[in-house]
């Protein structure tokens, strides 16, 4: 059975990485942003890894300009804007596409593992719903993601467990991840 440890991806400067370089430890996937309402998240995510990281914890980064072109600028570009606004020090990425024929197969995979549920319940879930229902009509049966800062929760021995949508609340992610250092 195929985990995340079978995929290669490109840091921001363009080099291949094995993700197996991170087997063992617990890792947070997300799809970001710089100009989404949930960039954010950026914040939670920062605090979680300054504080878990020394007990095997990574989050991997992957920039995405699919959701109305929200994250338009140079790799160089958004490294610059979530250091200096956020205070990033997790692992950035190569922007990728997370949906279509070009779809990282990273994200084709983890999508596929663990399938869209839905964004919840309220007015501005169901809001979300519609507009990323449009965004994705491009995408037919290859829309994995439906939105920016969609989160993958991986064990120590590369399986997915678990995909957290943007709306959902990052006490409850932490959380999950602080359950599985332990």
Request: some cysteine; hydrophobic content about 40%.
């Amino acid at each position: 059975m195929a985990t995340v440890y079978d995929f290669k991806v490109k840091d921001r400067m363009g080099n291949e990485v094995s993700l197996k370089d991170y087997e063992g430890k617990v890792l947070l996937i997300v799809n970001t942003a710089t100009g989404c309402g949930f960039t954010p998240h950026y914040e939670p995510l920062e605090a979680m890894y300054k504080d878990l990281k020394d007990k095997g914890f990574e989050i991997l980064d992957f920039p995405c300009n699919q959701f109305a072109n929200q994250a338009p600028g140079t790799e160089e570009e958004i490294h610059q804007f979530c250091t200096l606004k956020f205070g990033t020090d997790f692992p950035q990425f190569a922007k990728i596409d997370v949906n279509g024929e070009t779809a990282d197969p990273l994200f084709a995979f983890l999508a596929t593992e663990k399938p869209f549920e839905g964004f919840g319940k309220g007015l501005k879930n169901a809001a979300l719903n519609k507009f990323s229902s449009m965004n994705n009509k491009a995408f037919g049966d290859k829309a994995y993601i439906r939105w920016n800062f969609t989160k993958f929760l991986i064990g120590r021995d590369g399986k997915v467990l678990a995909r957290f949508e943007p709306t959902k609340n990052m006490d409850e992610v932490r959380k999950e991840v602080e359950a599985l250092l332990l």
